[in-house]
Structures are given as structure tokens and as C-alpha cells.
């Protein structure tokens, strides 16, 4: 076996295992760190596809920022798992559909020959042949409109959050730090000068 | 080089190197990665230790202070006293955390602050690994250093740790955007992700043809991201005046609190490699990192050397002079203030390249 199938191997053992440990850990901050484990696994198995940059993109967004975010929220939550583990049975048979069905469609795209996921070329690329380089030339060149389209929708998105929970409240301290900045002693602090002693009468 | 250190070997063994080369001759390659891992490594961490020591002279004196003058010549050994002393202490579990990640937090936070200097090139090809992704590989190890805090914070179960962890997420994930954002005007002008070629291309140009090739580094094209991605640096650190993370005075010493002995040690070589680190990525992206300012003299490693002692020698002048900052201050600064002037920058850059004054052909 060449050394590229047994990276394979251990990278998809670890990444299976800390797939099932997401769903089965007790703690959610466990869950979330099993997940960032399963998203660094799927980093260097794509890695060994020679997809540098989408692998270093992924642990980059997803681990760096993403999971950061949200290893912030569920630190905050006040879990209590018995109440999580409730209703558990009852919404068994809609979440198994579900996952069957999901199996099943990811099942159809991998094994049959009409996507054309068997047929992938295995080509070996050259030693200076830059993954980037050639991502950044085809998503500027051919495929720029759905780039662009794209960048559209995402702003679209970061807008509408924003303009979601913005909320102008009045009870708010607010604090300007240019009129900070532009303060003066003489707006603090008045010198008087007097007499250290009442003259005597 | 590496045909030097063999010839080395061969005078050192003598009549049994013949021997002694068929049985390592497999795993030579091996060996000479780990031996190149050693001499970064070694260099690395005794420069921690003697960070800490110029740190507090420095300190010392500009408050008018000697310092720590009393174990060795001039104080010399006190951090390797100091090092002595945290490795006898205890490690203190407190009863309520959570035992693994309480543990593994420390190394979490040490071995993104490691791993990066596998791609610094020190001189020209002086690379552990001369990556063509390197600045991306870089930003996504860098990126992983906040684990390590966040962890120990949530590990502890105790809340001024708590505070500390939550206050670092939000402070090293929206520095790293102005960083990233100031990377970007770098890998514009020098066309490339591999950290030789930036340093590389900044040798190029008609003030290095004249002789004073320090002007025609980065740092002056590009002065407005120089400053960015310094400050930044300051700040994914979590280095006064941005140490809100531990601020002593509000949170006692943030997601440390709990830790003892050779545990706390560990997120203290962290920072100050990420220290070093952070020197080391300015000298490289601005500051030309191996070459020579002037040219009449030769380039080399010792010029890096000097530049990262600069950048450090601010990094420590700038905690001794400022205040701390408040902590609705730092997420202004570096949403409202960097970011705009990141974004506004790009295309500054992008234009300055396609119009007829482009410097960097």
C-alpha cells in the first residue's frame, strides 16, 4: 500500500470518528471541538487530492473564524441535556427519513456513472503547478458572472444582518471618541484664583 | 548545506563512517528534517526565555528601574531560574473542570505558535518548508492560536477565565480580518503565496538598483497596511496596550488564572513565540526580510535577525508607554478604523498596478 492510501485511511478513520463523536457527545462544547477535529480531517484528506487551497481555505474559515463563533455561542448557552434528550423518540422517525434520504441521495451522486463522480481524472500535476493561481484564473475568467453573483447574494445577506439586529435604543450610553479626543482642559476644569485667607474685618 | 554536514559527520567518525552510513543512508532524509526542526526550535525557545529577561530590563528602565539584576552576570540566568522554578511547581487541577481539554489547552495554544516557523524562510532557501501556499498555510495555522485560549477559559469553569476567553474570540477574530486584509496589498504586489518570493520581490526595483534597497521594500508603497498589520500584530498577540485578555487589573489574568507550574508556562512561551513570530512576518512581508538595506552589503540572516529585534524592541516600548485600552475601544479601532482603511487600500493598490506609475513590474 503506497504511503497516499494509508494517509487516506488514517484521515478518514479519525474524521468518521469524530463525525459519530459529534453527534454522540454528551457536552456540546465537546460536540463543537469534534467537529473542528472532523473539519481539520477533512482539510488534509483534501489535501492529498491536491487541493491546497481549498484544504488551507477550509481549516482557514471554518476552523479559524466559523467554529470560533460558534464555540462562543455555545460556551454561553446554559445547557441542561436531560431536557435536550427529551422528545427524543417522537422525533425519531422524522430524523431517520431524513437521514436515509440524505444517505440515499449521497449514495445516487457517488456510486452511479450519471454524475460522473466515478469517471474523476486522476492526473498528476506538474511540481510548480499552483492550485490557486489557476482557482483565481478560471473564477475570473469563466466563471466571473457566477462569481460575481455570488459576491451579490453574500453582501445581500451580510446586509440584511446586519440591518436585522440593528436596533436603536435610546437608554444607551453612547460615547463619542472624536468629541473624546477633542477635549479640552478647559472643558474639565476651572482654576479660580482667591485669597488663601479672609481678610480680617 | 546539508553536503557540508555530512562531510562533518564523515571527519567526526572516521574509518566507522562507512558502516555507519549504510545503516542510516534510509533514513538520512529523516534525520535531517529533524535536525533542521532542532535548530529552529532550540533558537526559538531560547529566544522566549531571553525575550522575557529584555522585556523586563527594557521596562526597568524606562520607569527608572535596574530590573532583575541579581542571578548571574547582570541577571543573565534569571530566566532560566525562572524557567527552573515553574517546572518544579504543581500543576493544579481545579475540582470542577473538565480534566482533558483542561490539559490540553496549553498545548493547543503552544503548537500553532511552533508549527509556523516551518515555512519563515530564514535566508535565501533557508526554509524548513518552501511552501507555494506558504502565506496561506501560515494565516490558517496563526489562526488556530485562539483554540488554546478559548479552551482554557471554558476548561477552567471559572469566570474570570470565562471573560477572558470570550473577550479573546472577538478580539483575535476580528484582528485577523485586518491582517488578512493587509496580506492582501502584499500578495498584490509580489505576486505569490510563497514567503520567499515576497521577500524576494521586494529586492527588486530602481532605489535596489541605486543602492538603498530599504526604500523600495514594502513598508513604503504600502505604508498604510504596514502600520495596519503592525498594530494588528499587537493585538492578535494580546499584547499591551490590547492585553484586555488578561488585564490583570479587571480579570486577574484572564483564561490563566487556574493554571500552575509548567501548564501556565506553556500559554506564557506561546505568547511571546507568537511574539517573535509576528516580528518575524513583519520583517518578512515589509520590512525585506533577509536583504540588506543598503548594497553594499552582503544580505543574510543576520539582517532578519536585526529587524525582528526592532520590530520586538516596539512591541516592548509600546507596553511600557501606553495605557490599556478599553474594550469597546479595541473593537472600534479594529472593525471601523482598520477594516475601511484595509478595504479602501486594495483597490488604491489594484489601480496604482494598472495605471503607467506601477513600481512593481
Excluded at chain 1, 58 to 87: K, P, S
Excluded at chain 2, 1 to 8: P, Q
Excluded at chain 2, 33 to 60: C, H, Q, S
Excluded at chain 2, 132 to 152: E, H, R, W
Aim: contains cysteine; aromatic residues 14%.
Amino acid at each position: 500500500m503506497e504511503l497516499k492510501t494509508v494517509v487516506f485511511y488514517v484521515f478518514a478513520a479519525i474524521m468518521l470518528f469524530a463525525a459519530l463523536r459529534v453527534i454522540t457527545a454528551r457536552n456540546p462544547v465537546h460536540a463543537v471541538l469534534y467537529l473542528v477535529l472532523a473539519f481539520f480531517n477533512a482539510g488534509g484528506l483534501w489535501l492529498t487530492l491536491q487541493a491546497e487551497f481549498l484544504a488551507i481555505a477550509l481549516i482557514m474559515v471554518y476552523v479559524g473564524a466559523v467554529m470560533v463563533l460558534f464555540l462562543f455561542v455555545v460556551m454561553m448557552l446554559d445547557i441542561d441535556i436531560a431536557r435536550l434528550r427529551q422528545g427524543f423518540w417522537s422525533n425519531m422517525p422524522l430524523a431517520a427519513t431524513l437521514g436515509v434520504l440524505m444517505a440515499g441521495e449521497m449514495a445516487l451522486v457517488l456510486s452511479t456513472d450519471y454524475f460522473g463522480a466515478t469517471s474523476f481524472p486522476d492526473q498528476a500535476m506538474p511540481a510548480d503547478y499552483s492550485n490557486t493561481k489557476e482557482l483565481g484564473r478560471l473564477l475570473f475568467t469563466d466563471y466571473v458572472y457566477p462569481f460575481e453573483l455570488a459576491s451579490i447574494i453574500l453582501l445581500v445577506a451580510i446586509i440584511a444582518a446586519v440591518v436585522l439586529t440593528l436596533r436603536h435604543r435610546k437608554d444607551v450610553k453612547h460615547l463619542d471618541p472624536a468629541a473624546q479626543i477633542a477635549v479640552k482642559h478647559t472643558d474639565r476644569i476651572r482654576v479660580i484664583r482667591m485669597p488663601a485667607e479672609k481678610e480680617a474685618e | 548545506m546539508e553536503a557540508s554536514v555530512l562531510h562533518f559527520f564523515e571527519w567526526l567518525w572516521g574509518p566507522y563512517w562507512e558502516t555507519l552510513w549504510a545503516w542510516f543512508k534510509p533514513v538520512w532524509p529523516l534525520i535531517w528534517v529533524i535536525m533542521k526542526i532542532v535548530a529552529i526550535l532550540v533558537p526559538l525557545l531560547l529566544g522566549v526565555a531571553y525575550l522575557t529577561f529584555w522585556e523586563r530590563k527594557i521596562i526597568g528602565w524606562m520607569q527608572v528601574r535596574i530590573g532583575p539584576n541579581r542571578v548571574g552576570w547582570w541577571g543573565l540566568m534569571q530566566p532560566i531560574v525562572d524557567g527552573v522554578k515553574l517546572f518544579l511547581k504543581e500543576v493544579i487541577l481545579p475540582a470542577r473542570a473538565d480534566p482533558w481539554l483542561f490539559f490540553l489547552a496549553p498545548a493547543l495554544a503552544m503548537a500553532p505558535a511552533v508549527a509556523v516557523w516551518s515555512v519563515i524562510p530564514f535566508f535565501d532557501g533557508g526554509a524548513l518548508a518552501n511552501l507555494d501556499a506558504g502565506v496561506l498555510f501560515l494565516l490558517a495555522v496563526t489562526s488556530l492560536g485562539v483554540y488554546g485560549v478559548i479552551i482554557a477559559g471554558w476548561a477552567s469553569n471559572s469566570k474570570y477565565p470565562l471573560l477572558g476567553a470570550m473577550r479573546s474570540a472577538a478580539q483575535m477574530v476580528s484582528y485577523e480580518i485586518s491582517m488578512g486584509l493587509a496580506l492582501v496589498c502584499v500578495l498584490m504586489v509580489s505576486n505569490s503565496l510563497n514567503l520567499s518570493d515576497i521577500v524576494r520581490s521586494q529586492g527588486q526595483g530602481s532605489f535596489a538598483d541605486a543602492g538603498v534597497g530599504f526604500l523600495s521594500w514594502n513598508w513604503l508603497p504600502l505604508l498604510p497596511m504596514f502600520f495596519v498589520y503592525l498594530v494588528s500584530g499587537v493585538a492578535e498577540t494580546n499584547r499591551a496596550p490590547f492585553d484586555v485578555v488578561e488585564g490583570e487589573s479587571e480579570i486577574v489574568a484572564g483564561h490563566m488564572v487556574e493554571y500552575s507550574g509548567m501548564a501556565f508556562a506553556m500559554f506564557f512561551l506561546a505568547e511571546y513565540a507568537n511574539m517573535i513570530l509576528v516580528s518575524a512576518l513583519v520583517s518578512i512581508f515589509f520590512l525585506g526580510g533577509w536583504l540588506s538595506p543598503f548594497g553594499v552589503f552582503p544580505d543574510g540572516i543576520l539582517w532578519l535577525l536585526g529587524k525582528m529585534s526592532l520590530i520586538l524592541f516596539v512591541f516592548l516600548w509600546l507596553r511600557a508607554t501606553f495605557p490599556r485600552y478599553r474594550y469597546d475601544q479595541i473593537m472600534r479601532l479594529g472593525w471601523k478604523v482598520f477594516v475601511p482603511i484595509c478595504l479602501l487600500w486594495i483597490p488604491v493598490v489594484g489601480i496604482w498596478m494598472m495605471s503607467p506609475f506601477n513600481i512593481w513590474k
